[in-house]
């Protein structure tokens, strides 16, 4: 048969110049049939406009489309790489051994796929791999290459790299995968393609499979670009290509192909080059099944999630500014492209930085050199004065139930050894669904002594919010309650299923259970533990709770972890005899770890309005505990219930010492209200987030002092961590509101800018968010600094003051205005009962708009939408402290799902700009 | 300084005029009846006579140009007569004459074209986008006026037909220009938009407001919520002279460019509509016409009028119809910073003014 087909692309494709296009003929070591033939490869390749121009690319990006798409899928990182390439070299001048950030970008089309060559012939995997590597050796190709693979692309990219170490600097992946595990079906979608009347039906005689691929994208494809795809599959033998490449996928260990893909798997996972993995986790084909399985191989991997992309990732996402980026990170060593010889093939991404005092934590904030977390643990249970002495109550139930602390210690080392017989290793990730108490405790602290990885994700999520936490983090292992596991099993979320309840057979079979936890602990029982996981080790992945977008994985370290425990040991002076109770899940953990007594009180800690006073009581009077940890939802419902205490649980809440309200911001109200339980307990209420819990704290009596203060925003205290070890800095904003990075010290009291935290105790990175952890570093002083999102500004004593989320301040002509001080003048307003102050207008000349929720009791034309009645808009223009625009009302401010209290500003300020550009006027 | 203000009559006219004349500037004007600003030399007559507008800008070192038809329906051709001629008769004379600054006062309309504008800067005139015959010929002649600005001879912008004949060389007093010498062939012009203008006596929207209010024939179009910058009398007055001064002192910062100027402080139209009402002591508005409707409306009423030329002025014009139910308010950094001008009356203090005047109540 002779090879047919092979041409430049035509003008006009949307984002594709066709001065990129390009042949070339190469011999064909592909199938017997077309062996000694030549074949004619159609490829992109933006290096003839850059030699064009003089300019020397520092290597080159091989990208390898999948089945069935073609080149054109490269179309956006071929534009930017040149752009970015055109202006650096105007930047920085010619200069010998290539223009930094120039990359070279040469994207091939499959043969028998895009406008490449069709020689009728069935080309296997180990055919496309060699003859991958014949096309970059008749091109002439040489090093650095970091090669790009999407789809089966992805698979023909690698085998190219495991085959040319020499020339290989680097991998980067968009949803692909290199290993079908041999007890997982391939996925639903490939399996019907392959059944064989389908199959051929589906790929070559009908489009079925090209237009289902294309239907992938979030959101759909313009059609100019959906047509673009077709181009090269518009006749059944155009589609040849596509049928033969779903034939070859290697779905069964028989499979002709089965052999190179696993040695493939097996080379990748030797590879030392920096490597980049975006994903799309809206793919039917690529689940993240494949994500966790690449990361395994790829553990040093650059790692991004995009939440809501699928398949198409490059359609859905920008990807390509990140794939530059990560290729640019090389020149400031994050990570190195230098190319065979080079740090690339020394293991170079976790090469360690500079000691930071700060950013590397391997001393404890004291000084003191790392302690585990599970050293208070071992102290109290090895010292016979203690060993028989609570270590954690258990309130649930009919009674207070107390585990000793050498009960604890054993339980702790029978699951340690259990976990690790059925398999669990050090980096496995554990998911813990199960409610606070002994046997989370022990599930905790056994998981962290042998270095597995506690997934953390709040029951307050909700079940979508919990299954994309599952699906992002992918656990190797589940724990769970009945109901978690119901749920797992219902949402497909990961993991062999552990049950932390004995099951019967039938529930156990219905629920997908492959282990009970009796029976781990018992099989665990004397044997000798793994060797302990080092302070750099991963050991928690804790959710954030969502309110400001989808919940992220937040990976802490040991040693962040043991920091956490050490500065909370050392700012509140808790020691072995303080004893806790803690209404707040993340605290409720850290008891043993302090060496100290814990007890949750009888609640459903994923519902905190469960909480009654004389539960607290309770707890207090079983413990005999000083110090108490509530969240603000828990307090509403203490206060409330507070009728219920008799005699001893008041004397009992007497003797409590120290009361902290965590988790959200309370009002001075409020905690003076639950402060009248506990009379003698200093309040506190630190400000935190989940990425680094306790930033500043702030006393009942500091909120009275500061509230005289002229300052806007609410005062959360001074920094817990102090400057040498850390502490918080505001990075000033400019006039459009971005913050620009210079920090700005208590010596310059008073500038409004985002909130930046450094601690001991910050998280290590978040998971999977690569880019997310790029944001949020950017623009930061030296040091493992983290933009916090909030804005605010210290005051000339140190306090810190928080105005509200960077994303939600205005930019107006004189300047930005951070909403939540305005919001507090005007809520003061009678016929106010919630504000908030957004911006409508362009960037930078915005104009400040109040927007009121009444309160319920008004009557009905009063709640009406649109403009505020002239009685409420001339009280809130009176009580405001910044000019207003206009006064709008809404009968009820749109506010988070999660929350329920957190106003969603970006929609009200959506409105509020059509409302007075003169549209219509209807609910927010 | 002379200074030569025409249309003193109006509103606007007369408080430019009034201060110049307060610090002590000679100011002449002309207008077709008397401006009855004291202290002003008045020259009557029309700016299309170009006789009477010779004599006006005899010796004169600046021109303010505020003299224009200004109505909502009319006849096409009185509209170009008086706005885009009687400014190229008064730029010629003005060159002629060897005046040096020319501030031509002009209109936001110029550049609008229907649809909303939030924030946005002063855009080019456009008189082929422009809504109505008023911002049609204001286009055409702030486009003209722009377009007579002249360097020094070396950097001479738009050599144009009109040279300066140099007759007022010598006239000018040292100092007049802020020591940036003036050569023989320099006529700066800037173009000023302040937007709705309103004040104690103002005859074109305050006392209409309030009249047609007090016979319940107010309605508010749409639900009044289109945020529309305004100008305090005082403060349209303070920028105009500003923007003399400028041309005086920094004229290349300022000189071939058009500003919009406001008071920076967008408010709703019901907002405005309310405050008016109050200040003049009668009710507001209570009811509403649909913004669509009003539109249609107002070109119906629109073409109605055209063909019973002379006759009152239309209740209501498409042009209207946009002005009062889209948003239209301004980027005022610009300006601000190169007018070297603030507004020093806040809307609220402009509101109690008009409270005082009016014997209303202010908020």
Known sequence: ?924 | MTVLVTGASGLLGGAVARLLVERGEQVRTLQRSLSGVPGAEDVAGSVTDPAVVARAVDGADAVVHLAAKVSLAGDPAEFERVNVRGTEVLLDAAERAGVRRFVQVSSPSVAHAGASLVGVGAEPADPARARGEYARTKAASEVLALSRDRGPAGRASLPGPHQGAGAAQGRSQPGDDGGTPAGDDDFRVVAVRPHIVWGPGDTQLVERVIDRAARGRLPLLGHGAALIDTTYLDNAAAGIVAALDRLGDRPDAVRGRAYVLTNGEPRTVADLLTGICRAGGVEPPRWRVPAGLARTAGGLVEAVWRVRPGADEPPMTRFLAEQLSTAHWFDQRAVRAELGWRPAVSIDEGMRRLAAHYGGTAG
């Open chain 1, 1 to 924: 048969m002779v090879s047919s087909g092979g041409g430049t692309v035509p003008p006009g494709l949307p984002g594709l110049d066709p001065r990129f296009s390009h042949v070339l003929r190469v011999p064909d070591g592909g199938g017997a049939a077309t062996h000694g033939r030549v074949a004619e490869w159609h490829y992109l390749d933006n290096g003839p406009e850059l030699a064009a121009r003089g300019i020397e690319p520092v290597g080159t990006v091989l990208a390898v489309h999948g089945n069935p798409t073609w080149s054109y899928l490269w179309r956006d990182l071929l534009n930017l790489a040149t752009e970015t390439a055109v202006a650096e070299a105007a930047a920085t001048g010619e200069r010998p051994g290539g223009v930094p950030d120039a990359w070279r970008v040469v994207a091939v089309d499959q043969l028998e796929m895009g406008l490449s060559a069709r020689s009728g012939g069935v080309r296997s995997l180990p055919e496309r791999v060699a003859g991958l590597g014949a096309f970059t050796d008749a091109l002439g190709l040489n090093g650095p290459v970091v090669t790009l693979g999407h789809d089966w692309g992805g698979v023909v990219s690698l085998g190219w790299a495991v085959d040319h170490p020499d020339l290989l600097a680097g991998v980067a992946l968009l949803n692909t995968a290199v290993h079908q595990p041999a007890d997982v079906p391939i996925p639903a979608a490939l399996r019907l393609a392959l059944a064989p009347p389908v199959h051929r039906l589906g790929t070559s005689t009908t489009r079925a499979f090209l237009e289902t691929t294309l239907a992938l994208a979030h959101p759909r494809l313009p059609s100019a670009v959906a047509d673009a795809y077709r181009l090269p599959y518009r006749t059944a033998g155009d589609r040849a290509g596509i049928e033969g490449f779903v034939a070859d996928i290697p779905a069964t260990a028989e499979h002709p192909s089965r052999p190179e893909l696993d040695r493939i798997a097996a080379g990748v996972a030797a590879l030392k080059v920096p490597a980049l993995l975006l994903w799309g986790p809206r793919d039917p084909i690529f689940s993240d099944r494949y994500l966790d399985d690449l990361i395994e191989r790829l553990p040093h991997a650059r790692v991004h999630r995009f939440e809501g992309a699928g398949h198409l990732i490059a359609e859905d996402v920008d990807y390509a500014g990140p794939v530059l980026d990560w290729l640019g990170s090389g020149a400031s060593g994050a990570d190195a492209f230098t190319g065979p010889g080079g740090p690339s093939t020394s293991g170079l991404t976790s090469a360690p930085e500079a000691p930071d005092p700060a950013s590397g934590p391997a001393v404890s904030p004291s000084g003191s050199a790392f302690r585990p977390m599970w050293a208070g643990l071992d102290e109290r249970a090895g010292d016979d004065a203690t060993r028989s002495e609570a270590a954690v109550l258990d309130m649930s139930g009919s009674g207070p139930a107390t585990v000793s602390w050498g009960a604890l210690d054993r339980q702790v080392r029978r699951i340690a050894a259990g976990l690790h017989l059925i398999g669990v290793r050090r980096g496995d990730r554990v998911s813990l669904l199960v409610q606070p108490g002994p046997t989370l405790t022990a599930l905790v602290y056994a998981c962290l002594r042998i270095g597995a990885v506690v997934v953390v994700a709040d029951a307050g999520l909700g079940i979508r919010g919990l299954t994309r936490a599952q699906r992002g983090a992918w656990p190797q292992y589940l724990v769970g309650r009945t109901t978690a596991l119901a749920a797992a099993r219902a949402f497909g979320w990961p993991g062999v299923r552990i049950s932390a309840d004995p099951l019967d057979p039938v529930r156990r079979r219905a629920l997908g259970v492959d282990h009970e936890l009796v029976d781990v602990a018992r099989a665990g029982e004397g044997l000798d533990l793994p060797p302990e996981p080092g302070p750099d080790d991963e050991a928690a992945v804790l959710f954030t709770s969502g309110s400001t977008g989808p919940a992220k994985g937040v990976v802490y370290t040991h040693a962040r972890l043991s920091a956490l425990r050490d500065v909370l040991a050392a700012h509140f002076g808790v020691g072995a005899e303080t004893g806790l109770v803690t209404g707040f899940a993340p605290f409720a953990l850290l008891g043993p770890a302090l060496g100290t007594r814990s007890v949750t009180p009888d609640m459903d800690v994923s519902a905190p309005r469960t909480l009654t006073a004389g539960a607290v009581a309770a707890a207090v009077r079983a413990s005999d505990a000083r110090m108490v940890f509530l969240s603000p939802a828990a307090i509403l419902h203490v206060v409330d219930t507070a009728g219920e205490l008799d005699a001893a649980d008041r004397d009992a809440l007497e003797r409590v010492e120290t009361f902290l309200s965590t988790g959200a911001p309370i009002s001075a109200e409020m905690l003076t209200a639950v402060q009248a339980l506990m009379p003698h307990a200093a309040a506190h209420t630190p400000y935190g987030m989940t990425e680094c819990m306790l930033v500043t704290d702030i006393t009942l009596e500091g909120i009275r002092a500061a509230a005289t203060a002229p300052d806007d925003g609410v005062c959360v205290g001074r920094p817990i961590v102090d400057d040498a070890a850390g502490g918080v800095t505001i990075s000033a904003l400019d006039a459009d509101g971005a913050a620009t990075g210079a920090p700005s010290s208590a010596e310059v009291p008073g500038v409004l800018g985002e909130v930046l935290v450094r601690a001991p105790h910050l998280k290590e990175r978040y998971d999977r968010l690569w880019l997310t952890d790029v944001a949020a570093e950017r623009d930061t002083p030296p040091g493992h600094w983290h933009r916090t999102g909030d804005v605010g500004h210290l005051d000339a004593e140190g306090r810190l003051w928080i105005e509200g989320r960077l994303s939600h301040v205005l930019t107006t002509a004189d300047g930005p205005l951070a909403p939540v001080g305005p919001e507090q003048s005007i809520e003061r307003a009678p016929g106010v009962r919630r504000a908030a102050v957004v911006g409508v207008g362009p960037a930078g000349v915005q104009q400040a708009v109040a927007v009121v929720e009444p309160p319920a009791d008004a009557g009905r034309r009063d709640r009406r939408a649109g403009l505020a009645p002239q009685e409420l808009d001339a009280a809130v223009r009176a009580s405001s402290s910044v000019a207003l625009a206009a006064v709008l009302v809404v009968p009820q401010m749109p506010t988070d799902v999660r929350h329920n209290s957190k106003i969603d500003r970006a929609r009200l300020a959506r409105w509020a700009d059509g409302v007075l550009a003169g549209g219509r006027v209807s609910a927010p």
